[in-house]
């Protein structure tokens, strides 16, 4: 078995055994793990916002009121298919962004023991006197080739996410102002709504008195207040007195009368 097993990785140069570059080597591949990390978790707000804008086009459709404005009706329904459209395309990419991209790890535990092992065997059929020293710095040459070609792979597919990423928000930015237009037109219609009816309602004379106005008219003979009187005068009706009072008004005037007819003394 050959010490170092970079080959099998790829063609490409093998990197001096230099401390400083091994540590560069190093923290490279571990940024490029903590970068894919951070794509993956930048992809939560583009998509609860288009979850969102899926949720508010669906109630705009729902509640669209009859519009009397064929212009406006087309810029509704155009603004609302191509906002769904944004949507759509930016959701593909969202999924593009998690999906089919290849990460390459250094090792694991178990496989840098075995390797480890079959060194110190390498090392004794050959009969190394400094036995410790010799595994140590095939580990070390091993893993900075690792470290080198797999951070190459990783930085690769993190372009690519970040490439899916970068359209997504650019669909985003479009399916906003397809909502912008949207939301503008429904309202307009929502306003226009009310008049639409109240013009309709009146036979499109362009009066401005309703239903509810002409209810307000009393009927002749209805009692109510405010209503006027039929007898051609104009003058609106006295209440009449409630029995009580009539009784009263009786009995005062037949006292007062009482009291004309007793002759004095």
């Known amino acids: 078995m050959v010490p170092a097993r970079g080959s099998e990785m790829g063609d490409g140069p093998v990197p001096p055994p230099i401390p400083y570059l091994q540590d560069l080597l190093k923290e ?3 940024s490029e793990l903590e970068r894919r990390d951070k794509i993956n978790e930048g992809i939560a707000l583009p998509a609860g916002v288009l979850a969102a804008l899926v949720g508010v086009g669906a109630y705009y459709v729902e509640k669209l009121p009859p519009g009397d404005s064929p212009t406006l009706l087309v810029v509704f329904w155009a603004s609302l298919s191509a906002l769904m459209l944004a949507i759509v395309v930016a959701g593909y ?6 999906w089919n991209h290849t990460y390459a790890l250094v090792t694991t535990p178990g496989n840098l ?3 480890a092992a079959e060194l110190e065997g390498y090392h004794k059929e050959l009969g190394r006197a400094e036995l410790n020293r010799c595994i140590e710095e095939d580990l070390r040459s091993e893993l900075l080739i690792r470290y080198a070609r797999y951070g190459e792979i990783n930085a690769r597919s993190n372009h690519r996410k970040m490439r899916f990423l970068h359209l997504a928000h650019s669909m985003l930015i479009c399916a906003l102002v397809a909502f912008l237009v949207n939301t503008v037109t429904f309202y307009v219609l929502q306003y226009r709504c009310p008049k639409t009816q109240l013009l309709r309602t009146n036979g ?5 008195t309703n239903a509810t106005e002409s209810a307000r008219e009393a009927k002749p003979g209805s009692g109510k207040p405010g209503a006027e009187s039929t007898d051609g005068i104009g003058a609106p009706e006295q209440p009449s007195a409630e029995p009580g009072e009539a009784g009263t008004s009786e009995a005062a005037a037949g006292a007062g009368q009482d009291f004309q007819r007793t ?3």
Request: aromatic residues 16%.
């Open 28 to 30: 490279m591949y571990h």
């Open 263 to 265: 002759p004095r003394h």
């Open 204 to 208: 499109g004379k362009g009066g401005e």
């Open 113 to 115: 023991a075995r390797y």
């Open 93 to 98: 990419f969202l999924v593009r962004t998690l």
